[in-house]
């Protein structure tokens, strides 16, 4: 377990300060000696880059992904869905279950459902295009994969779900949208027909 303590702010000269400029607060972190072990490890190992960025990381997954909203481990709530850490692997099971001919219209459901909790948890009154950065960064957190578009195409980077027709189903659900899937293998690239 870490603690933090408040250093007061130190004045600089007069020359160094900008007027409308604030000055970061400084804060020191007291950590046990298994902790700053296991951080020193992830920095020799080259896993982190040093410290202070690693803490920085730690500061923006607890806001994106809301980690104070976590009721036990490996499952937290987003606005008003439970979600919960799910191998791929067993969704790829789980999928393969479902005949390939019931896929798009099952997922463009699973696309609507995804809109509801997203337009809830994002504050929006709707998902339109104008707000599809944040939809995309959103994805993101819970592990859907990168999302960019470029011109009229959706580019899917490290799709969670291999399957093209599935992932194109739900985001046309989401976003409200047809697809037209422009290749079959990660990254895909879907053609936005509005």
Sequence with gaps: MFCMQSIGKRNPPVFFQRK??????????????EEREYIDSLIREG????????????LDVYRSMMVYDWRFPGEYYCGISRIAF???ELLDILIQQIPKEEWRELDKKLGCALKVSMETTLDLPAISRENWDNVFKR?????????????KYLLARMPFINEPVILAGILEGLLEVELDLKNSVPPFVFEVLF
Excluded: C, H, W
Excluded at 20 to 33: C, M, N, V, W
Excluded at 139 to 151: E, N, T
């Design 47 to 58: 896993k982190e880059p040093g410290i202070k960025p690693l803490i920085s990381k730690m």
């Design 20 to 33: 409308d400029e604030t000055g970061a607060k400084r804060t020191t972190i007291i950590l046990e000696k």
């Design 139 to 151: 994805l993101r957190v819970q592990g859907f994969g990168d999302f960019y578009m470029k011109d």
């Design 86 to 88: 799910v191998n791929v």
